[in-house]
């Protein structure tokens, strides 16, 4: 298959339909490239539940075992679960899943021994270009002179393992939560997770089903969580958590029903992990979370670190600053104790650790590290990015106590408020993110900013 690959390789990894973009036969060359970048002797493979999932991780596996690599198969998991086999088995790893993208959609998460980030600057662009020479005809490199080993392992357990190892959970009230899987692969790490704790489950949506029946496995779209806001009202439930397709990330629901934003469970997480590390610490996160996280971090002895959007930057940040924790507004959570990896089920783990060491309902446990108002990220289609940025840029620099930055996008910041003005790195989109301290000044600010960038 020739295959357009500037559509399919992302910034971060290989994402698109199958079989329209991509099926088996480039599998198999992505296999081949990602053990010639990597020169690696032995790698580690896991996939989720999307049907054609199997089957492309096979090909991957058949590639790079023709290249000479020893391949481990660990079958069905979640992409936090990959991560914790090349953390602790040491070996580069590729993940099969497409996340929370719809159900024709499939892609590949690839990371180097001990989980780190495989991008455009760290192997990506090498791994593309090669199978752009090679679907297009360019020779291949001979053959291995001994192929690989493929064998499979299940490594659940241990997952789950290591992960109760890092939350002291045993001693905790007894919680009544409602899981929402989305039919992904929540479905396959929760119940062992989960067993043997002083919790009542609720599952829903636990079947493995790569077609969602019920909703998109995306958690970020409010619509998605109508079910578990619901079903946590109805079972009078402690709280709620609900998990996207690859179970990497998850989002949290309190006793009302109301969702609680990402940066107050990082602002959460952070004092704990600081807790834990005797009140000192550095804590990355990313320019669009909360004005609550830094103050978090610095109440609790830490140190504040801010970066750019995006997993790789964040993965990279931990690493230079040997960071013990990072949060971002997407529901991503990094750890040091899990090789600098995101993992939603250990910040899961925390927030039920947090509201069962103590009787306080969840909702008056994280308000307060839910300090500001916030807007969320509002996306507008827009002709030209550079102009609608310069207009803003032209506008607010006219006025009295505005302070510009650079980092990632345009972030505008006033004595009670800021905003961050980000260009998608794929589509004619504008992503606005504003954050005030009260409703009515967010409000202002959200709706001028819109104004100004859907006029220009």
């Given at each position: 298959?020739?295959?357009?690959?500037?559509?399919?390789v992302?910034?971060?990894?290989?994402?698109?339909?199958?079989?329209?973009?991509?099926?088996e036969?480039?599998?198999?060359?992505?296999?081949?490239?990602?053990?010639?970048?990597?020169?690696?002797?032995?790698?580690v493979?896991?996939?989720?539940?999307?049907?054609?999932?199997?089957?492309?991780?096979?090909?991957?596996?058949?590639?790079?075992?023709?290249?000479?690599?020893?391949?481990t198969?660990?079958?069905l998991?979640?992409?936090?679960?990959l991560?914790?086999a090349?953390?602790?088995?040491?070996?580069?790893?590729a993940?099969f899943?497409?996340?929370h993208?719809p159900?024709?959609?499939?892609?590949?998460?690839?990371c180097?021994?001990?989980?780190?980030?495989?991008?455009?600057?760290?192997?990506?662009?090498?791994?593309?270009?090669?199978?752009?020479?090679?679907?297009?005809?360019?020779?291949?490199?001979?053959?291995?002179?001994?192929?690989?080993?493929?064998?499979?392992?299940?490594?659940l357990?241990?997952?789950?393992?290591?992960?109760?190892?890092?939350?002291a959970?045993?001693?905790?009230?007894?919680?009544k939560?409602?899981?929402?899987?989305?039919?992904?692969?929540?479905?396959?790490?929760?119940?062992?997770?989960?067993?043997?704790?002083?919790?009542?489950?609720v599952p829903?949506?636990?079947?493995?089903?790569?077609?969602?029946?019920?909703?998109?496995?995306?958690?970020?779209?409010p619509?998605n969580?109508?079910?578990?806001?619901?079903?946590?009202l109805?079972?009078?439930?402690?709280?709620?958590?609900?998990?996207?397709?690859?179970?990497?990330?998850?989002?949290?629901?309190?006793?009302?029903?109301?969702?609680?934003?990402?940066?107050?469970?990082?602002?959460?997480?952070?004092?704990?992990?600081l807790?834990?590390n005797?009140?000192?610490?550095?804590v990355?996160?990313?320019?669009?979370?909360?004005?609550?996280?830094?103050e978090?971090?610095?109440?609790?002895?830490?140190?504040?670190?801010?970066?750019?959007?995006?997993?790789?930057?964040?993965?990279?940040?931990?690493?230079?600053?040997?960071a013990?924790?990072?949060?971002?507004?997407?529901?991503?959570?990094?750890?040091?104790d899990?090789?600098?990896?995101?993992?939603?089920m250990?910040?899961?783990?925390?927030?039920?650790?947090?509201?069962?060491?103590?009787e306080?309902?969840?909702?008056?446990?994280?308000?307060?590290?839910?300090?500001?108002?916030?807007?969320?990220?509002?996306?507008?289609?827009?002709a030209d990015?550079?102009?609608?940025?310069?207009?803003?840029?032209k506008?607010?620099g006219?006025?009295?106590?505005?302070?510009?930055?650079?980092?990632d996008?345009?972030?505008?910041?006033?004595a009670?408020?800021?905003?961050?003005?980000?260009?998608?790195?794929?589509?004619?989109?504008l992503?606005?993110?504003?954050e005030?301290?009260?409703e009515?000044?967010?409000?202002?600010v959200?709706?001028?900013v819109?104004?100004?960038?859907?006029?220009?």
């Amino acid at each position: 298959m020739v295959a357009d690959l500037s559509q399919l390789v992302k910034a971060y990894d290989v994402r698109g339909v199958v079989p329209d973009q991509w099926d088996e036969s480039l599998a198999e060359l992505f296999g081949a490239a990602f053990v010639q970048v990597t020169a690696a002797e032995a790698i580690v493979i896991g996939h989720d539940m999307r049907p054609t999932s199997p089957g492309l991780a096979g090909a991957f596996a058949r590639g790079a075992a023709a290249r000479g690599a020893d391949v481990t198969l660990i079958g069905l998991c979640s992409t936090d679960q990959l991560y914790y086999a090349s953390g602790a088995l040491c070996l580069p790893g590729a993940m099969f899943t497409a996340s929370h993208n719809p159900a024709q959609y499939n892609g590949i998460k690839m990371c180097r021994a001990g989980a780190a980030p495989v991008g455009q600057d760290t192997g990506l662009a090498e791994i593309r270009t090669l199978v752009e020479q090679w679907s297009e005809g360019a020779p291949r490199p001979a053959a291995a002179t001994t192929f690989g080993t493929i064998t499979e392992r299940d490594t659940l357990t241990d997952y789950a393992s290591h992960l109760l190892g890092l939350v002291a959970l045993s001693a905790i009230r007894p919680l009544k939560v409602v899981v929402d899987a989305g039919n992904g692969m929540g479905g396959h790490t929760v119940p062992t997770v989960f067993e043997g704790l002083p919790l009542d489950l609720v599952p829903m949506y636990f079947e493995l089903d790569g077609t969602f029946p019920h909703h998109e496995a995306n958690p970020l779209d409010p619509k998605n969580i109508v079910d578990l806001q619901a079903r946590v009202l109805a079972e009078g439930a402690d709280l709620g958590l609900a998990f996207d397709g690859d179970a990497d990330r998850c989002f949290v629901v309190d006793e009302r029903g109301a969702g609680v934003s990402p940066s107050a469970i990082t602002a959460l997480v952070a004092a704990r992990e600081l807790a834990r590390n005797g009140g000192e610490g550095i804590v990355i996160h990313n320019l669009i979370t909360s004005w609550s996280v830094p103050e978090v971090v610095r109440e609790n002895g830490g140190t504040p670190v801010r970066t750019r959007v995006g997993h790789s930057f964040i993965k990279t940040e931990m690493a230079e600053h040997g960071a013990i924790f990072g949060g971002e507004h997407s529901a991503h959570y990094y750890f040091r104790d899990f090789w600098n990896a995101d993992t939603g089920m250990l910040a899961a783990l925390h927030v039920l650790a947090a509201l069962g060491g103590q009787e306080k309902p969840l909702s008056e446990l994280v308000a307060e590290y839910d300090r500001y108002s916030g807007s969320g990220e509002i996306n507008s289609t827009v002709a030209d990015q550079t102009a609608s940025l310069a207009t803003v840029r032209k506008v607010y620099g006219a006025r009295d106590g505005i302070t510009f930055d650079d980092l990632d996008g345009l972030t505008v910041t006033a004595a009670d408020w800021w905003f961050n003005l980000r260009a998608s790195n794929t589509e004619p989109l504008l992503r606005l993110n504003v954050e005030a301290r009260d409703e009515k000044t967010m409000a202002a600010v959200r709706d001028e900013v819109l104004t100004l960038i859907r006029k220009a």
